[in-house]
């Protein structure tokens, strides 16, 4: 079935490393996605994995997928307070078009 | 070039009324997707349009619809109100091409019923 969990909050220091996880249920998925929400905004997409790659880097940004262990993580390096916000992974599977499934996603609160 | 656009960005109904929520895509983009999130249900998919046809569509009642416009805007309504639809509304523009077919949020509508 359809189902993407995350852990529901993570906290850091500035200058840390954060590692933001999350777990998929459906073997079907082709796309991974990592999305940025910042109180009172929209969904900001930062990066996305195809379902057959490992590692993908773009700048501070880590993507890691253990497909066999349906587990997808992203480490932010060199945290800011600006990286403050919820974050949520979403899949989206073959054969169902623009349909995003998102975890619950996870609050990452940056202390200075 | 310009993102996502929705109009209004705050609604507020009452219970038994009816509602549009409108999208602007980004230019060239010919997929629009709505959602809805709330805090107890989270993300949820309504439905996906392109080029003017439903291609997909969520779990959500038939009180929710949706149509697309020639020119790729998008505009979602739902009649009969209940106090649960309290929400924000969020749509999404893609290329939808075969591949990572990347979406691009709006900044949401926020719809309160009372």
């Known amino acids: 079935g359809e189902d993407v969990e995350q852990s529901l909050f993570l906290s850091v220091r500035e200058g840390d490393s954060s590692v933001i996880n999350c777990t998929y249920t459906d073997s079907s998925s082709t796309y991974l996605y990592w999305y940025k929400q910042e109180p009172g905004a929209g969904l900001q997409l930062l990066t996305y994995i195809f379902s057959n790659m490992d590692m993908k880097q773009d700048q501070r940004l880590t993507v890691l997928l253990n497909k066999k262990d349906k587990h997808l993580s992203l480490r932010i390096a060199d945290t800011q307070t600006g990286d403050s916000a919820i974050y949520f992974c979403?899949?989206?599977?073959?054969?169902?078009?623009?349909?995003?499934?998102f975890g619950q996603g996870t609050e990452l609160s940056v202390k200075p | 070039k310009a993102g996502v656009t929705q109009t209004p960005r705050y609604l507020i109904k009452t219970r038994g009324q009816q509602v549009t929520l409108s999208c602007s895509p980004i230019s060239g983009h010919r997929s629009v997707s709505w959602y809805q999130q709330t805090p107890g249900q989270g993300l949820q998919f309504l439905f996906e349009y392109f080029s003017e046809t439903q291609r997909n569509k969520g779990n959500f009642p038939g009180r929710f619809s949706g149509r697309q416009f020639s020119n790729s805007r998008s505009e979602m309504n739902v009649s009969t109100l209940e106090l649960g639809d309290s929400a924000l509304y969020l749509c999404?523009?893609?290329?939808?091409?075969?591949?990572?077919?990347?979406?691009?949020f709006g900044p949401g509508t926020r719809l309160t019923v009372t």
């Open positions: 999404a523009s893609s290329l939808r091409t075969s591949g990572s077919n990347e979406q691009y």
């Open positions: 979403a899949e989206s599977m073959r054969n169902q078009g623009g349909k995003l499934i």
